[in-house]
């Protein structure tokens, strides 16, 4: 591989790749200084196939949004409406479990559930619609709700993080998704999302988390105001508690959509910033086992081309989603099981059918 490596400033990180070696923070910041996107792309893929082989992992999922409303007017987000917009919803848990049985594909062993920050909902409000679909769908796996929506629960449920927790796993969520992370860096936080918890607060959520044994996902938001210092402190502030706690089964690195947003004069992230990060992401985050290249943001040719930058995993058939939709994406409103097989085909890899926590399971094969 080393002969690959063109930019001689990173050959040194590309030797310590080889020897399975931590990179430093300096190293990170190095690749985001480099324009050898290939050679960076090829010590990513030196790792992920070290790690997953010819593998790529995708499962088959519904989303569903269980409210829209949301307070804290996100400068980013294109997704919350007031509780006064006309556009505005609140579902029963009556209706999410009605609109499962509608949308629901075959095969599906997860249903995904993140939403607005609502002061009128309190925890029964999302016990309810938890146990609500594990008694109609007790097989199906619910992982929901974000650090971010958890923290404000706690707060408008006079509860503690930790209490919530526990109702929650009562009720029978069975994993947490890895939004609301965007950038930790308080200065980029307080320009883009300055009402949401801080790094703390989600960190705390996954502390607590991680501690009963639950598995959850991490994320970052790039392509908006951050800085490359201010990803590799996020990648290793990810990875530090990754040392300690070890919940985190896959880092998704999310593209901001500007449309819609209040950043909509911003240019979207660049093709090459998305490889580049899939591929930083890979060789920082050494303790994450999996990288996700997410076809609803990404774009489907460009998670293809993920595949072979440091992810071993695409998502799944995602049907439904309104979030990143709402900010403009262009991707299709769900994918068949035959279409992602196919794509992941096409790139030259390995699909293999997953569930949420990465058991390899069986399913239909195109």
Known sequence: MLELISDKRIRPIAEKVLAGERLTFEDGLALYDSADLPSIGAMANHVREKLHGNKTYYNINLHINPTNTCFMSCRFCAFGRKAFDEKSYILKPEEIVDRARRQMPKGCTEIHLVGGLDP?????YYCGYISALKEAFPEIHIKTLTPVEVVYIARMSRMT???????????????????????????????????????????ETHRELHRRGFKSNCTMLIGHIEEPRHRIDHLVRLRTHQDEWGGFQC?????????????????????????????????????????????IMLGIKQAQVG????????????VHEEIYHDAGAATPQGMTVETLQRLVRECGREPVL???????IGGPVA
């Open 161 to 203: 993080v930790s209490d919530v927790i526990d109702r929650l796993a009562e009720a029978g969520m069975g994993s947490m998704p890895g939004g609301g992370a965007e950038i930790f860096d308080p200065e980029v936080r307080e320009q883009i999302c300055e009402h949401k918890c801080d790094s703390e607060g989600w960190f």
């Open 354 to 360: 997953r569930n949420t926590i990465y058991e390899e």
């Open 251 to 295: 880092f998704i690195p999310l593209s901001f959509h500007p449309a819609n947003t209040k950043f909509s004069h911003l240019p979207p992230p660049s093709g090459f910033l998305e490889l580049q990060t899939i591929a930083i992401s890979r060789l920082m985050l050494d303790n994450i086992p999996h990288i996700k290249a997410y076809w």
């Open 307 to 318: 595949q072979w930058f440091g992810a071993n995993d695409i998502d799944g058939t995602v």
């Open 120 to 124: 009128r909902l309190k925890i029964e």
